[in-house]
């Protein structure tokens, strides 16, 4: 993987899409304040807030003027047409797509900027560090079992946060670093699509013979979500939309996501064999309990010696396991039906 050299000079313009983000967004941009390279600009994209958040961040600015702060409106829209608002009205070569859960390193963007020109990549990122999104037992299970394999199958940015991976090619990467040039060619952020839209957007790249690097030595601070209904709520919409991007995409389908599809079909299928063969129950049985011997086995490696978390984070597998497999499923039986009858939530999806 080789490329150009490193461009100091490089212009960039960090893109923050943001709605009802009063908790966090000065979090994000303190930790944009502080990197070590210097940065063209940075837009907020406000997507209709109403918690407060475009007072703080108006605040912000005008306790640290030094940061080039902008704000552009995008009233009702989701994060792929924030996005594209962001970046279409930016003024930079390079773009770097960031979040307001998020917590970048203070050599984020040097070392995105450098990775981009010395791969020679289309699109770079980095590894999460996954912290808790409040207090409690219950968000710290939650933050663990999201970067946990059993919660994030083989998704690298999540399960190798130790900064010690190589540069190394992926199918995605969260918060990516690329030209605004690949941008307009691939035709922007599906605006179809109000999450997955990275993968989306990456899998386009990767399609159009572009590639996608990700480098341990990025890294970031995100905080997950604080409670299990917030968490069961995400992960219905992510299994939702990755069954409307698979309707489009089909063969890209990964086997972490294929095997939580399953999730909820297959507990049907054991259940009406249960009924249907009685004789089969003893075998039938011996599925769940597998099943449990793996979310206690994953939930007390994943508490490392915390015994606390190990009862909540069974429960936060548990949700990521069935919401997921709930939301794709949704799609294609429910969506499909709400499809054929022309109502407009098919389109809309989950809140």
Same mark, same amino acid.
């Given at each position: $993987? ?11 313009? @960090? ?13 994000? &941009? ?11 600009? @940075? ?16 605040? %912000? ?10 704000? @552009? ?70 933050? $663990? ?19 010690? $991976? ?32 990275? %993968? ?5 790249? #990767? #399609? ?37 991007? &698979? ?48 979310? @206690? ?20 597998? &548990? ?19 709400l499809r054929t009858a022309g109502s407009p939530a098919a389109a809309r999806g989950p809140d």
């Open positions: $993987m080789e490329g150009n050299a490193f461009d100091s000079d490089a212009r960039v313009s @960090v893109v923050i899409p943001c709605r009802n983000e009063a908790p966090y967004v000065a979090g994000v &941009l303190d930790a944009i304040r502080v990197q070590n390279f210097a940065i063209e600009e @940075v837009i907020i994209v406000d997507g209709e807030s109403a918690d407060g958040t475009m007072e703080v961040v108006h605040e %912000y600015a005008a306790q640290h003027p030094e940061l080039p702060l902008r704000i @552009v409106t995008a009233y009702g829209a989701n994060i792929s047409r924030a996005l594209n608002a962001g970046i279409s009205a930016s003024r930079s070569d390079i773009t770097v797509r960031m979040d307001s859960h998020s917590r970048p390193a203070p050599d984020y963007i040097r070392r995105a900027v450098q990775a981009l020109g010395e791969t020679g990549a289309t699109v770079v990122g980095g590894v999460w560090h996954v912290s808790p999104g409040g207090p409690g037992h219950t968000a710290a299970a939650i933050a $663990m079992a999201v970067a946990h394999p059993l919660g994030a199958g083989d998704a690298a940015y999540r399960i190798h946060s130790n900064g010690r $991976m190589k540069r190394r090619h992926v199918d995605t990467v969260p918060f990516g670093c690329f030209r605004r040039s690949h941008w307009q060619r691939i035709g922007g952020y599906n605006e179809q699509l109000p999450v997955n839209e990275d %993968y989306e957007f990456n899998y386009r790249t #990767r #399609r159009s013979g572009g590639s996608v690097v990700l480098d341990g030595a990025i890294q970031c601070e995100y905080f997950a979500r604080p409670t299990l209904a917030a968490l069961a709520r995400q992960y219905f919409r992510y299994g939702w939309w990755k069954g409307r991007m &698979l309707r489009q995409y089909p063969r890209s389908i990964r086997m972490r996501q294929a095997v939580p599809a399953l999730f909820l079909p297959a507990w049907l299928m054991l259940g009406a064999a249960a009924v249907l063969f009685p004789s089969a129950r003893p075998i039938v049985a011996v599925l769940p309990a597998l099943y449990a011997a793996v979310l @206690v086995t994953a939930s007390v490696h994943a508490a490392a010696g915390e015994w606390r978390l190990a009862i909540p984070a069974i429960a936060a597998f &548990l949700t990521i396991h069935s919401t997921w497999s709930a939301g794709i499923v949704s799609f294609f039986l429910v969506g499909r039906a």
